[in-house]
């Protein structure tokens, strides 16, 4: 098999240098048009926050008119001791969505430990998106149990899910949509170093590759440093070590190692500048919570306050947190993780306020799947639709877009167990935060592959203010 050179570069630059660019080579507009490029007035940011493991977000929008709370109370009632009292019904913390007259008079409800993002709710800067999940096309109970409708590969598995959501297809795809995002942007010229276009503040991934640009990993303190370069006290080793890992006395001939070369010099160089900035940080009053997420959450914060001074004017960030495969013990685990996303993602949107760009980070949660509706004991079982939160000011916020279905079994997006056959589609919820990022029409069409086999209005079309 022939490995490209280019195709040899992408792995080394995804790989241990992760501060790494393809620009050093060029690179061709792989569907995307110049001429009909992306619109980049003024600055914009996307922030992907994954929950791995697939999060029950059955526990996050709840039901709340009596009908449906004592049902789902029932369902699950081998769950509900382990609470200790709060999912009790008057614990819970009531929404009060604009378009509550699309459901029925069912009402729904947050979990207490999540009032940061229910008072973002109330106050219009966060909206739900409901029964969202990878689909290829529209697809119900009966067709499901027909087999009539193509559905993605390896559902319920967690790589290939978490794949999925990420790029519309199983492990081993190339690029994500956050990455396809930003190729569209430093195609039309938004970002002077094309580097910091997608950042990471846990890992090299798939969601923040594009083909014209690569994840840059960040610390939760600035960029990732080779540890050598710091280790010795002695500024000749230092020196030394430096030019070595910036390859400054390469001087062969073949192409290969010439751009492994380069490559490993940008680097370097790229986390001297990316730390330089953040040094020169004045920094934001703001508190994060003092956990993993909160780290991540304050690390992309800086970075968004430096933009200028990395040059760039469009970004997407991608962090995420663990521990949602609640098999067992979930009454007693998913409360401590949902506070942490509530307090992190709601110091972010404070730290987004205090830089005066509350409307110009849009900041959506996404996870491998959600969870069946039926309890297992004390925990649930892999399921496939979920609920998601989006917060930003640009959000058209305090609704709940799209059906939630009822908390009972049996009804048309119920694949069995209450595991949720999604309303809307991966593509559909990642379009309107591609269009409000700047992406046209044939942008739009080159990231969401899928986009094009569901016809009907997308229920989530003007959620950014920019309708289609």
Request: aromatic letters at 8%; charged letters at 15%; one cysteine or more.
């Amino acid at each position: 098999m022939s490995i490209s050179r280019r195709h040899l570069l992408k792995g080394i630059g995804a790989g241990t240098l992760s501060a790494a660019t393809l620009t050093t080579l060029g690179t061709a507009m792989h569907g995307f048009q110049a001429a009909n490029a992306a619109e980049v007035t003024g600055y914009k940011a996307l922030v992907c926050v994954f929950l791995l493991g697939g999060c029950d977000t059955h526990d996050v929008l709840l039901p709340y008119d009596q009908a449906s709370y004592d049902s789902f109370r029932n369902i699950r009632s081998s769950m509900f001791g382990g609470y200790n009292g709060s999912r009790d019904r008057n614990q819970l913390l009531a929404l009060s969505p604009t378009n509550s007259g699309d459901f029925g008079g069912r009402q729904f409800a947050m979990p207490p430990e999540m009032s940061g993002l229910h008072g973002l709710f109330q106050s219009g800067d966060a909206a739900f998106v409901a029964n969202t999940g990878p689909l290829i096309r529209p697809l119900n109970r009966s067709q499901w149990h027909a087999r009539t409708v193509q559905v993605p590969k390896q559902l319920f598995s967690h790589n290939d899910q978490q794949s999925t959501w990420a790029a519309s297809a199983p492990e081993g795809a190339q690029f994500g949509w956050g990455g396809r995002f930003a190729d569209a942007a430093v195609l039309s010229g938004a970002n002077t170093n094309r580097e910091f276009s997608t950042i990471t503040a846990v890992g090299n991934e798939l969601f923040l590759t594009g083909q014209e640009v690569l994840p840059y990993q960040i610390g939760l303190n600035g960029a990732e440093e080779i540890d050598l370069l710091t280790e010795f006290d002695n500024a000749d080793i230092s020196t030394l070590l430096r030019r070595h890992f910036s390859a400054a006395d390469f001087n062969q001939s073949n192409l290969i190692e010439k751009d492994v070369a380069r490559i490993a010099d940008k680097s370097v160089v790229l986390n001297e500048n990316y730390n330089q900035a953040v040094a020169n940080l004045i920094p934001l009053t703001t508190s994060f919570p003092q956990s993993h997420l909160g780290a991540q959450m304050k690390a992309i914060a800086n970075s968004v306050a430096i933009r200028d001074s990395l040059s760039v004017r469009r970004q997407v960030f991608f962090a995420a947190i663990g521990g949602f495969d609640t098999h067992s013990t979930q009454a007693t685990d998913l409360p401590a993780r949902l506070a942490d996303i509530d307090q992190s993602l709601t110091a972010f949107h404070t730290a987004m306020k205090e830089l005066g760009l509350g409307s110009n980070v849009t900041t959506f949660t996404a996870s491998d799947f959600g969870r069946t509706l039926a309890a297992n004991g004390d925990g649930t079982d892999h399921g496939w639709g979920s609920h998601h939160l989006v917060v930003g000011g640009a959000v058209q916020g305090q609704k709940i877009y799209g059906d939630v279905p009822p908390a009972e079994f049996g009804h048309d997006q119920d694949a069995d167990s209450g595991r949720l056959i999604p309303t809307i589609s991966v593509e559909q919820y990642a379009e309107p935060l591609g269009r409000w990022f700047g992406l046209n029409d044939s942008e739009i069409a080159a990231a969401l592959p899928n986009l094009g086999n569901f016809t009907a209005a997308n229920p989530v079309a003007n959620m950014m203010g920019v309708g289609v």
